[in-house]
């Protein structure tokens, strides 16, 4: 098992920046990939950002040049948001792929005025 947890998320005005942060525990020598997907009221969960073992990084189409992810350490993800619309208020859930199955944290909101 994998848990995963969340912090970072809060209340921002449009155009500024925000990071949040993912650490994974537990039998975190399964992980493959990691990385964050978001859910906004009435939607569906949608990609933000994972890291693809060997280095490929995958973003969603409206976060391309605005959110940046990174692995800090083995058992920590990170995501910088810059140029935060209102369109990206939501909820941000950390994600990790291990061998047999997917993991995800309980979620951090974010969420941008205008």
């Known amino acids: 098992q994998v848990q995963l947890v969340e912090s970072g998320g809060g209340l921002v005005q449009a155009g500024e920046s925000l990071k949040l942060s993912c650490a994974a525990s537990?039998?975190?020598?399964?992980?493959?990939?990691m990385g964050w997907y978001r859910q906004a009221p009435g939607k569906q969960r949608e990609l933000v950002a994972v890291l693809i073992s060997g280095g490929t990084i995958n973003y969603g189409d409206s976060m391309k040049g605005r959110f940046t992810v990174s692995r800090d350490t083995e058992n920590t993800v990170s995501l910088q948001m810059s140029s935060l619309k209102p369109e990206d208020t939501a909820v941000y859930f950390c994600y990790a792929r291990a061998r047999v199955r997917a993991y995800w944290g309980q979620g951090t909101q974010v969420t941008v005025s205008s």
């Open positions: 537990g039998d975190t020598i399964t992980i493959i990939n």
